[in-house]
């Protein structure tokens, strides 16, 4: 990426902080106005992580069983 946009490591590391610094603001914000929310979005954030793991973990193991099939170009 640094070669792509010619962007120092500075500049990106200041974008990272500033970008997580606004989303720290918002969750402070909005945590204080409506704390179900904010669990409820935790909540659904972890869940889709976990299933991610979950389903990447399987297939890498099917993946190792399957046989590729070739498919007719032709069509």
Known sequence: MKSEYEAGSLSLAAT????????????????????????????AIAGIFAFERYYLAHRRRSDDDVTPVAHDQAG
């Open 16 to 43: 990272v902080a500033m970008g997580t610094g606004v989303m720290i603001a918002f969750l402070i914000i909005k945590g204080a106005a409506d704390p179900t929310i904010v669990a409820i979005g935790v909540v």
